[in-house]
């Protein structure tokens, strides 16, 4: 079965847009794809794949023909940089209007008017006219949600932790999952991740600003987002820091 289209965020000095890439095209399929979207030839096209709490991801590949995009890690509306690298005196530059005389339409003149898009989506209701339609907030608690379950993220599964920025330490940290739900006492909503990590590298013991929310070890607790975490048959790590053997 194939895998979905995704969509990312596309965007270059003379372009910036929302695209859905397929995970099996090749590197030398998305840039003839992205060569009409931005104006940068193919050839000149230098691509880097921005994807939250993961390091930048160089699509420069030796084999473009054959190397596909899930070879990488592809999130939705993740960022795809694309930089031209012909000399500058050589690129086609669209944003420059100094040159062009530009009307701008009165906002009183523009709500009032019948034959416009804002008119059209008020009378129907659309997009921040619909009153039905969910909050920045809802909708980031909805996607929060949809993360945790994509991920497998479940009561007493084993994980490992992924590391938020390419500072954070190599050390492999794993741990069992034994909290899902919102933890008012910590800034952002939704629900957050509660992990007994093998060894004391965490934060708390589970319990945060005095209200518990799982029992664990000293400095063994942890709340994460769910990007961070990654579900799998992990072993537990011993205090040596090595995989117990049964």
Same mark, same amino acid.
């Given at each position: 079965m194939a895998a979905a289209d995704v969509p990312l965020l596309i965007i270059s000095d003379?372009?910036?847009s929302e695209r859905r890439v397929s995970p099996a095209w090749t590197i030398a399929q998305?840039?003839?794809?992205?060569?009409?979207?931005?104006?940068?030839?193919?050839?000149?096209?230098?691509?880097?794949?921005k994807v939250a709490s993961w390091p930048d991801q160089n699509l420069q590949t030796v084999d473009e023909q054959d190397t596909q995009l899930e070879t990488f890690t592809l999130q939705s509306y993740a960022e795809l940089h694309i930089a031209d690298t012909r000399p500058a005196g050589l690129r086609a530059n669209y944003t420059d209007v100094s040159a062009v005389e530009k009307y701008e339409m009165p906002p009183d003149e523009y709500e009032s008017r019948t034959d416009?898009?804002?008119?059209?989506?008020?009378?129907?209701?659309?997009?921040?006219?619909d009153p039905n339609a969910p909050s920045i907030e809802q909708q980031k608690v909805a996607g929060i949600d949809r993360e945790i379950d994509e991920r497998g993220i479940k009561i &007493?599964?084993?994980?490992?932790?992924?590391?938020?920025?390419?500072?954070?330490?190599?050390?492999?940290?794993?741990?069992t999952i034994k909290f899902i739900g919102p933890v008012p006492e910590i800034p952002g909503i939704g629900s957050w991740v509660g992990v007994a990590l093998d060894e004391p590298t965490g934060k708390? &013991?589970?319990?945060?600003?005095?209200?518990?929310?799982?029992q664990c070890g000293a400095n063994c607790g942890v709340f994460l987002r769910p990007e961070r975490i990654e579900v799998g048959d992990f072993d537990i790590i011993d205090e040596f820091g090595s995989d117990e053997e049964f």
């Open positions: 003379n372009a910036r998305l840039k003839a794809r992205l060569e009409p979207i931005t104006g940068i030839p193919a050839s000149s096209q230098r691509l880097t794949l416009s898009v804002l008119h059209w989506k008020k009378t129907h209701q659309l997009g921040r006219f &007493d599964a084993r994980c490992r932790l992924l590391a938020a920025n390419q500072g954070e330490s190599s050390l492999e940290r794993r741990g708390n &013991d589970g319990t945060v600003k005095g209200t518990r929310y799982f």
